[in-house]
Protein backbone atom coordinates (compact mmCIF):
# COMPACT_ATOMS: atom_id res chain seq x y z
CA UNK A 1 0.00 0.00 0.00
CA UNK A 2 1.15 3.18 -0.94
CA UNK A 3 2.25 5.53 2.46
CA UNK A 4 1.58 8.75 -0.10
CA UNK A 5 -2.36 8.66 -0.14
CA UNK A 6 -2.02 8.96 4.46
CA UNK A 7 0.22 11.97 4.06
CA UNK A 8 -2.60 15.04 3.22
CA UNK A 9 -5.05 14.14 5.62
CA UNK A 10 -2.12 13.70 8.46
CA UNK A 11 -0.32 17.04 7.76
CA UNK A 12 -3.78 18.94 7.86
CA UNK A 13 -4.87 17.12 10.75
CA UNK A 14 -1.81 18.07 12.78
CA UNK A 15 -1.80 21.65 11.32
CA UNK A 16 -5.55 21.88 12.52
CA UNK A 17 -4.51 20.58 16.14
CA UNK A 18 -1.51 22.99 16.09
CA UNK A 19 -3.59 25.99 15.34
CA UNK A 20 -6.26 24.87 17.77
CA UNK A 21 -3.74 24.44 20.80
CA UNK A 22 -2.51 27.79 20.07
CA UNK A 23 -5.98 29.26 20.61
CA UNK A 24 -6.53 26.93 23.83
CA UNK A 25 -3.08 28.57 25.17
CA UNK A 26 -4.34 32.20 24.03
CA UNK A 27 -8.08 31.99 25.44
CA UNK A 28 -6.01 30.75 28.86
CA UNK A 29 -3.77 33.45 29.47
CA UNK A 30 -6.33 36.37 28.42
CA UNK A 31 -7.63 37.80 31.53
CA UNK A 32 -11.43 36.29 31.19
CA UNK A 33 -13.81 34.43 33.44
CA UNK A 34 -12.82 30.97 34.74
CA UNK A 35 -15.71 29.75 33.66
CA UNK A 36 -15.34 31.29 29.99
CA UNK A 37 -12.12 29.95 29.90
CA UNK A 38 -13.28 26.31 30.98
CA UNK A 39 -15.70 26.61 28.21
CA UNK A 40 -13.62 27.42 25.20
CA UNK A 41 -11.56 25.27 26.73
CA UNK A 42 -14.44 22.03 26.14
CA UNK A 43 -14.81 23.59 23.01
CA UNK A 44 -11.38 23.61 21.71
CA UNK A 45 -11.13 19.73 23.26
CA UNK A 46 -14.24 18.60 21.38
CA UNK A 47 -12.66 20.41 18.30
CA UNK A 48 -9.43 18.55 18.49
CA UNK A 49 -11.48 14.98 19.04
CA UNK A 50 -13.61 15.48 15.97
CA UNK A 51 -10.84 16.15 13.94
CA UNK A 52 -9.18 13.32 14.90
CA UNK A 53 -11.99 11.07 14.80
CA UNK A 54 -12.28 12.31 11.01
CA UNK A 55 -8.28 11.24 10.21
CA UNK A 56 -9.32 7.78 11.39
CA UNK A 57 -12.32 7.52 9.25
CA UNK A 58 -10.40 9.25 6.39
CA UNK A 59 -7.60 6.28 6.58
CA UNK A 60 -10.36 3.75 7.20
CA UNK A 61 -11.73 5.12 3.74
CA UNK A 62 -8.35 4.88 2.40
CA UNK A 63 -7.39 1.41 3.28
CA UNK A 64 -11.16 0.11 1.57
CA UNK A 65 -10.32 1.66 -1.59
CA UNK A 66 -12.97 4.57 -0.98
CA UNK A 67 -10.30 7.13 -2.33
CA UNK A 68 -12.84 9.41 -4.25
CA UNK A 69 -16.20 10.60 -1.69
CA UNK A 70 -17.27 12.43 -4.71
CA UNK A 71 -18.43 9.50 -6.80
CA UNK A 72 -20.49 8.26 -4.04
CA UNK A 73 -23.25 11.31 -5.29
Not at 25 to 35: D, G, Y
Not at 61 to 69: F, K, P, Q
Amino acid sequence: MDGRRFVAPVVITVLLVIILVSYMFFWSVMPIPVWLKLGLLCVFLGLIGISVYNLCERIEEIRSGEEDDLSQY
